[in-house]
Protein backbone atom coordinates (compact mmCIF):
# COMPACT_ATOMS: atom_id res chain seq x y z
CA UNK A 1 0.00 0.00 0.00
CA UNK A 2 0.88 3.66 -0.14
CA UNK A 3 2.03 5.39 2.18
CA UNK A 4 3.53 8.97 0.78
CA UNK A 5 3.16 11.75 2.36
CA UNK A 6 1.85 13.48 5.53
CA UNK A 7 -1.93 12.84 4.52
CA UNK A 8 -0.69 8.97 3.02
CA UNK A 9 0.45 8.30 6.47
CA UNK A 10 -2.18 9.60 8.27
CA UNK A 11 -4.66 7.85 6.06
CA UNK A 12 -2.65 4.43 6.19
CA UNK A 13 -2.25 4.63 9.92
CA UNK A 14 -6.28 5.62 10.53
CA UNK A 15 -7.30 2.73 8.52
CA UNK A 16 -5.15 0.62 10.51
CA UNK A 17 -6.58 1.92 13.93
CA UNK A 18 -10.21 1.34 13.21
CA UNK A 19 -9.76 -2.07 11.13
CA UNK A 20 -8.17 -3.18 14.19
CA UNK A 21 -11.31 -1.62 16.35
CA UNK A 22 -13.33 -3.29 14.38
CA UNK A 23 -11.37 -7.05 14.20
CA UNK A 24 -11.55 -6.37 17.86
CA UNK A 25 -15.27 -5.88 17.80
CA UNK A 26 -15.87 -9.19 15.38
CA UNK A 27 -13.74 -11.75 17.58
CA UNK A 28 -14.93 -10.34 21.09
CA UNK A 29 -18.80 -10.62 19.97
CA UNK A 30 -21.78 -8.96 20.64
CA UNK A 31 -20.88 -8.37 24.33
CA UNK A 32 -20.24 -4.73 24.49
CA UNK A 33 -21.19 -1.82 22.78
CA UNK A 34 -20.11 -0.88 19.67
CA UNK A 35 -19.02 3.01 18.87
CA UNK A 36 -16.31 3.42 16.51
CA UNK A 37 -16.47 7.79 16.28
CA UNK A 38 -16.44 7.60 19.78
CA UNK A 39 -13.21 5.78 19.82
CA UNK A 40 -11.45 8.30 17.59
CA UNK A 41 -10.13 11.49 19.24
CA UNK A 42 -10.73 13.63 16.20
CA UNK A 43 -13.35 15.85 14.84
CA UNK A 44 -16.06 14.44 13.72
CA UNK A 45 -15.72 15.65 9.98
CA UNK A 46 -11.89 15.25 9.99
CA UNK A 47 -11.01 14.34 6.18
CA UNK A 48 -8.15 11.66 7.48
CA UNK A 49 -10.95 10.41 9.27
CA UNK A 50 -13.93 10.27 6.64
CA UNK A 51 -10.91 9.17 3.89
CA UNK A 52 -9.94 6.07 6.12
CA UNK A 53 -13.82 5.59 6.59
CA UNK A 54 -13.58 5.53 2.77
CA UNK A 55 -11.19 2.88 2.43
CA UNK A 56 -12.16 0.55 4.36
CA UNK A 57 -16.01 0.81 3.27
CA UNK A 58 -18.76 -0.85 4.69
CA UNK A 59 -16.50 -2.76 7.04
CA UNK A 60 -16.92 0.66 9.09
CA UNK A 61 -20.35 -1.22 10.21
CA UNK A 62 -18.83 -4.51 9.82
CA UNK A 63 -20.27 -5.11 13.92
CA UNK A 64 -23.68 -4.67 12.82
CA UNK A 65 -23.83 -6.37 9.65
CA UNK A 66 -22.26 -9.68 11.23
CA UNK A 67 -23.23 -9.69 14.76
CA UNK A 68 -26.05 -7.16 14.41
CA UNK A 69 -24.69 -4.66 17.62
CA UNK A 70 -26.46 -0.89 17.24
CA UNK A 71 -25.30 1.12 14.93
CA UNK A 72 -24.38 4.87 16.60
CA UNK A 73 -25.36 7.94 15.21
CA UNK A 74 -21.82 8.72 15.01
CA UNK A 75 -20.82 5.83 12.89
CA UNK A 76 -23.61 6.61 10.58
CA UNK A 77 -22.62 10.14 10.37
CA UNK A 78 -18.63 8.49 9.38
CA UNK A 79 -20.28 6.86 6.78
CA UNK A 80 -21.97 8.94 5.67
CA UNK A 81 -19.20 11.57 5.49
CA UNK A 82 -17.20 9.60 3.81
CA UNK A 83 -19.29 8.43 1.30
CA UNK A 84 -20.19 12.07 0.45
CA UNK A 85 -16.70 13.43 0.68
CA UNK A 86 -15.18 10.50 -1.38
CA UNK A 87 -17.48 9.77 -4.36
CA UNK A 88 -16.65 7.19 -6.57
CA UNK A 89 -14.06 7.27 -9.52
CA UNK A 90 -16.63 5.67 -12.08
CA UNK A 91 -13.08 3.85 -13.84
CA UNK A 92 -12.10 2.54 -11.29
CA UNK A 93 -14.00 -0.59 -10.12
CA UNK A 94 -12.39 -1.35 -6.55
CA UNK A 95 -13.41 2.54 -6.13
CA UNK A 96 -16.79 1.87 -7.65
CA UNK A 97 -18.39 -0.92 -5.98
CA UNK A 98 -17.05 0.05 -2.35
CA UNK A 99 -18.65 3.10 -2.71
CA UNK A 100 -22.10 1.19 -3.54
CA UNK A 101 -21.16 -0.95 -0.41
CA UNK A 102 -21.06 1.82 1.77
CA UNK A 103 -23.85 3.25 1.07
CA UNK A 104 -26.00 0.32 0.74
CA UNK A 105 -24.53 -0.59 4.12
CA UNK A 106 -25.72 2.87 5.37
CA UNK A 107 -29.08 2.45 3.49
CA UNK A 108 -29.20 -0.86 5.08
CA UNK A 109 -27.93 0.34 8.75
CA UNK A 110 -29.97 3.42 8.98
CA UNK A 111 -33.32 4.36 10.81
CA UNK A 112 -36.10 2.38 9.07
CA UNK A 113 -33.64 0.16 7.88
CA UNK A 114 -34.21 0.86 3.94
CA UNK A 115 -33.41 -2.26 1.67
CA UNK A 116 -30.70 -2.10 -0.35
CA UNK A 117 -32.20 -1.74 -3.14
CA UNK A 118 -33.15 2.04 -2.40
CA UNK A 119 -29.38 2.71 -3.13
CA UNK A 120 -28.20 2.79 -6.53
CA UNK A 121 -27.89 -0.20 -8.90
CA UNK A 122 -25.09 -2.50 -8.24
CA UNK A 123 -22.01 -1.99 -10.46
CA UNK A 124 -21.04 -3.68 -13.24
CA UNK A 125 -19.25 -7.21 -12.42
CA UNK A 126 -18.74 -8.55 -15.96
CA UNK A 127 -14.82 -8.68 -14.95
CA UNK A 128 -15.10 -11.32 -12.90
CA UNK A 129 -16.30 -13.99 -15.85
CA UNK A 130 -13.35 -12.91 -18.16
CA UNK A 131 -10.05 -12.14 -16.02
CA UNK A 132 -7.40 -14.61 -15.58
CA UNK A 133 -7.28 -16.54 -11.71
CA UNK A 134 -4.30 -14.18 -11.29
CA UNK A 135 -6.88 -11.13 -11.63
CA UNK A 136 -9.58 -11.98 -10.66
CA UNK A 137 -7.86 -12.80 -6.83
CA UNK A 138 -6.42 -9.23 -7.06
CA UNK A 139 -9.48 -7.94 -8.02
CA UNK A 140 -11.89 -9.89 -5.18
CA UNK A 141 -9.04 -8.86 -2.49
CA UNK A 142 -9.59 -5.79 -3.00
CA UNK A 143 -13.15 -5.97 -2.58
CA UNK A 144 -13.38 -8.30 0.57
CA UNK A 145 -15.28 -5.47 2.36
CA UNK A 146 -18.63 -6.87 0.37
CA UNK A 147 -17.57 -10.27 1.29
CA UNK A 148 -20.06 -10.49 3.94
CA UNK A 149 -23.91 -11.22 5.34
CA UNK A 150 -25.56 -9.50 2.09
CA UNK A 151 -25.82 -11.16 -0.84
CA UNK A 152 -24.80 -9.22 -4.11
CA UNK A 153 -24.36 -10.26 -7.34
CA UNK A 154 -20.30 -10.69 -6.54
CA UNK A 155 -21.07 -13.77 -4.35
CA UNK A 156 -22.25 -15.76 -6.96
CA UNK A 157 -19.73 -14.43 -9.62
CA UNK A 158 -16.70 -15.05 -6.61
CA UNK A 159 -18.81 -18.76 -6.36
CA UNK A 160 -18.41 -19.42 -9.71
CA UNK A 161 -14.54 -18.93 -10.01
CA UNK A 162 -14.37 -20.60 -6.48
CA UNK A 163 -11.11 -22.94 -8.02
CA UNK A 164 -9.81 -19.92 -9.30
CA UNK A 165 -10.03 -17.90 -6.04
CA UNK A 166 -8.53 -21.29 -4.16
CA UNK A 167 -5.83 -21.27 -6.33
CA UNK A 168 -4.81 -17.46 -5.77
CA UNK A 169 -5.23 -18.32 -2.05
CA UNK A 170 -2.65 -20.64 -1.74
CA UNK A 171 -0.27 -18.67 -4.10
CA UNK A 172 -1.23 -15.70 -1.91
CA UNK A 173 0.01 -17.82 1.46
CA UNK A 174 3.05 -18.90 -0.60
CA UNK A 175 3.75 -15.50 -0.96
CA UNK A 176 3.09 -14.24 2.37
CA UNK A 177 0.98 -11.35 1.20
CA UNK A 178 -1.19 -11.69 4.08
CA UNK A 179 -4.62 -9.42 3.02
CA UNK A 180 -4.81 -10.87 0.08
CA UNK A 181 -5.13 -14.35 1.39
CA UNK A 182 -7.21 -12.80 4.29
CA UNK A 183 -9.50 -11.40 2.17
CA UNK A 184 -9.65 -14.01 -0.82
CA UNK A 185 -10.48 -16.22 1.94
CA UNK A 186 -12.97 -14.11 3.32
CA UNK A 187 -14.62 -14.66 -0.30
CA UNK A 188 -14.56 -17.93 -0.21
CA UNK A 189 -16.16 -18.23 3.40
CA UNK A 190 -19.10 -15.49 2.18
CA UNK A 191 -19.42 -17.92 -0.82
CA UNK A 192 -19.22 -20.89 0.96
CA UNK A 193 -17.25 -22.61 -2.21
CA UNK A 194 -13.97 -23.68 -0.75
CA UNK A 195 -12.84 -26.87 -1.82
CA UNK A 196 -12.70 -29.23 1.38
CA UNK A 197 -8.63 -29.82 0.71
CA UNK A 198 -8.15 -26.15 0.67
CA UNK A 199 -8.00 -25.98 4.42
CA UNK A 200 -9.32 -22.52 4.34
CA UNK A 201 -10.19 -22.50 8.66
CA UNK A 202 -6.66 -23.63 9.21
CA UNK A 203 -5.12 -21.51 6.74
CA UNK A 204 -6.96 -18.60 8.04
CA UNK A 205 -5.72 -19.54 11.82
CA UNK A 206 -2.33 -19.45 10.58
CA UNK A 207 -3.01 -15.31 8.74
CA UNK A 208 -4.48 -14.61 12.21
CA UNK A 209 -0.83 -15.87 14.02
CA UNK A 210 1.72 -14.81 11.56
CA UNK A 211 -0.17 -11.89 9.47
CA UNK A 212 -1.45 -9.82 12.71
CA UNK A 213 0.72 -7.29 11.81
CA UNK A 214 -1.70 -5.96 9.65
CA UNK A 215 -4.98 -4.85 11.50
CA UNK A 216 -6.58 -5.09 7.75
CA UNK A 217 -5.74 -8.48 7.60
CA UNK A 218 -7.00 -9.28 11.03
CA UNK A 219 -10.60 -8.00 10.24
CA UNK A 220 -10.19 -10.15 6.81
CA UNK A 221 -10.01 -12.88 9.28
CA UNK A 222 -12.31 -12.70 11.98
CA UNK A 223 -14.88 -11.49 9.30
CA UNK A 224 -14.14 -14.69 7.27
CA UNK A 225 -13.90 -16.89 10.24
CA UNK A 226 -17.72 -15.40 11.58
CA UNK A 227 -19.40 -16.42 8.09
CA UNK A 228 -17.85 -19.47 8.04
CA UNK A 229 -19.69 -20.02 11.54
CA UNK A 230 -22.96 -18.29 9.58
CA UNK A 231 -23.82 -15.76 11.98
CA UNK A 232 -26.16 -13.18 10.59
CA UNK B 1 -12.56 -0.33 23.65
CA UNK B 2 -9.58 1.92 23.80
CA UNK B 3 -9.79 5.20 22.16
CA UNK B 4 -7.20 5.80 19.41
CA UNK B 5 -6.15 9.10 18.41
CA UNK B 6 -6.19 10.56 14.47
CA UNK B 7 -3.98 13.11 12.76
CA UNK B 8 -5.91 16.20 12.56
CA UNK B 9 -4.96 19.02 10.88
CA UNK B 10 -6.61 18.79 7.50
CA UNK B 11 -9.74 20.83 6.95
CA UNK B 12 -11.04 19.71 3.53
CA UNK B 13 -10.29 16.63 1.51
CA UNK B 14 -7.61 18.01 -0.87
CA UNK B 15 -6.93 16.13 -4.36
CA UNK B 16 -3.36 14.73 -2.46
CA UNK B 17 -5.92 12.77 0.52
CA UNK B 18 -8.60 11.82 -2.26
CA UNK B 19 -5.38 10.54 -4.48
CA UNK B 20 -4.85 8.67 -1.23
CA UNK B 21 -7.58 7.09 -1.04
CA UNK B 22 -7.93 5.72 -4.38
CA UNK B 23 -4.29 4.30 -4.31
CA UNK B 24 -5.39 2.43 -0.93
CA UNK B 25 -8.66 1.60 -2.48
CA UNK B 26 -6.88 -0.14 -5.64
CA UNK B 27 -3.34 -1.39 -4.50
CA UNK B 28 -1.73 -2.69 -7.10
CA UNK B 29 -0.24 -6.44 -7.22
CA UNK B 30 2.72 -6.99 -5.40
CA UNK B 31 5.90 -7.89 -7.63
CA UNK B 32 7.04 -11.40 -8.23
CA UNK B 33 8.08 -14.22 -10.88
CA UNK B 34 5.88 -17.38 -10.18
CA UNK B 35 6.63 -20.56 -12.23
CA UNK B 36 4.07 -22.92 -13.32
CA UNK B 37 4.12 -26.57 -10.89
CA UNK B 38 4.03 -28.29 -14.28
CA UNK B 39 6.58 -26.56 -16.41
CA UNK B 40 8.57 -26.94 -13.99
CA UNK B 41 8.36 -30.61 -13.82
CA UNK B 42 9.14 -30.93 -17.90
CA UNK B 43 12.60 -28.73 -16.98
CA UNK B 44 13.95 -30.69 -14.21
CA UNK B 45 13.07 -33.84 -16.08
CA UNK B 46 14.58 -32.38 -18.90
CA UNK B 47 17.82 -31.18 -17.22
CA UNK B 48 17.92 -34.83 -15.65
CA UNK B 49 17.90 -36.20 -19.01
CA UNK B 50 20.52 -33.89 -20.10
CA UNK B 51 22.74 -34.41 -17.66
CA UNK B 52 22.24 -38.20 -16.85
CA UNK B 53 23.23 -39.03 -21.25
CA UNK B 54 26.47 -40.29 -22.19
CA UNK B 55 29.03 -38.27 -22.77
CA UNK B 56 29.47 -37.01 -26.40
CA UNK B 57 31.60 -39.55 -28.38
CA UNK B 58 35.29 -38.26 -28.85
CA UNK B 59 38.11 -39.80 -30.75
CA UNK B 60 40.27 -41.88 -28.78
CA UNK B 61 43.91 -40.13 -27.96
CA UNK B 62 46.42 -41.63 -30.23
CA UNK B 63 49.06 -43.40 -27.97
Redesign the interface.
Known amino acids: ?2 TT ?4 S ?6 Q ?2 A ?2 VA ?2 LHNGGG ?1 P ?2 LS ?6 AD ?7 A ?2 LGADVLAPWAFLGMPVSQGDLALAGGAAR ?2 PP ?1 TS ?1 V ?2 TW ?1 HWGLTAALHRAGPGGAPAAVAAAEPEVAWAVDGSW ?1 QIT ?1 RFA ?1 LASLAGPTATALLPAAAARADDLSRGFV ?1 AMR ?1 Q ?1 WV ?1 AAAVGRWLAAAGCAPASLGLAAGLALVAQVGAGDARAALHVRAAQALARGER | MLPTKTRAGVTAPTDELVEEVEALLSPTEADGTFHDTAECLGALLGGGEGLLSPPTPRPKPKK
Do not use: C, K, W, Y
Open positions: MTGRNGAVHETVRIHTSANFDASLITHDPVALAARVAFDSPSTQHQRRDQ
